[in-house]
């Protein structure tokens, strides 16, 4: 069973709110005593999921770690927040929650998403500590096409806080890819299609609207600081070729806009994987590339792993960042090894979902089933020849079942919504 995130909304009961007589209370022990500037910093080393948990000792542990001001100082609980799995139906019985990895200490933990007051809700991006939701108005079992347009709902699971943000057509929630810009951007969202894009930022009556200009629909688009980065398709239906786009979030529907980014150095690295998707990597400057590594130019050629590339923006130089064990890609290409990666290439079942941020990155695939793989992202350890970071597998979550996971990095934090 997947393990609480306890955050209630009051403590437990209050003596003084008893009918038995003062006699009968017991003494406070010393640590009730103590002021709250003291709880403060004696819960202030802790990390934020014990300092939360700690809430539900008693009412004085409540008041004193629920207040905005220490809440603000505790640091984030970076979590893997998984999607809902594709063809989910919702159980309108159950209240909604977000199911979230905690990557420390390798346990799953289910985050209450009943204070927001639709029937339901699917999780899609966050920009550090706030959640991005699609919210259904009503469970309706009507036809798509007679339902009420979705609506996109800013949260923060942790305060318990939430916005409605402006409604927008039903074209955009069934085919859109919504992005969460961090402040420094403006904390904008976005929501993009093949040809148009909104925009909304925090205070605005309404959404922006404007055209993306770009030379097919953008795969696996990121935010790394004020800029956007999208591969797109140049090349025509029978072959693929992927370039690197970007445009600074101001620059969006202006003059400027998209940009190609290319150097003569680079020579065939958009050629030599197969499905590349983009990822955001550690720190301000790095964008990781990834995608299966083809074992010849041809079109239908096999793959022979999975290999993850790193790009510095700063200097605009590709490297390896590193590659999937042999023993672990054998089982996303199944168990006969590259034959039997070669048919299921072939075979067009033997996609694997890629998805993450920050230095850290998941991998989900039909033949891997109840579980994922995870690479991280290291600089200071020495790195084996071909095999860079570190890579391990995560149990699946519970009560997902044997389904193909998806996700987004989601940082934690008590922080109000502006």
Known sequence: MPLPLPIPTEGPEDPSSSSLPPASYPPPSPIQLLPDDTLHHIFSCLPLRETLASRSVCRHFHDALSSPSFLSLLPPLPLLALRHPRHHHHNYHLPPSLLAFDPSSSRWLRLSLSFVPFASLSPVTASSSLLYLWADPSPSSSSSDSKPPKSLILCNPLTRSFRILPPLGSAW???GTVLAAPAIAGSAVLVLTELAALSYSPGAASWRKFSLNLPSKPRSPVIIGASIYALCDTGNPWRSQWKLFSCAIDDLGGPRGWAQLERHEWGDVFDILKRPRLVRGAGTSRILMIGGLRSSFAVDAPCSTVLILRLDLGTLEWEEAGRMPPEM???????????????????????????????????????????????EEEEEVEKCPGVGGTWKWVDGAPGYGDVVYRGFVFDAAANEIS
């Not at 996609?351 to 990155?361: L, P």
Request: glycine share 18%; hydrophobic share 40%.
């Open 173 to 175: 929630s069934r085919h």
């Open 329 to 375: 890609y054998r089982c996303f290409a199944g168990v006969g090894g590259q034959r039997a990666a070669a048919t299921a290439n072939a075979a067009g079942n033997n996609k694997v979902k890629v998805f993450g941020g920050e230095g850290r990155v998941w991998f989900s695939g039909k033949r891997v089933r109840g579980k994922m793989a995870m690479w």
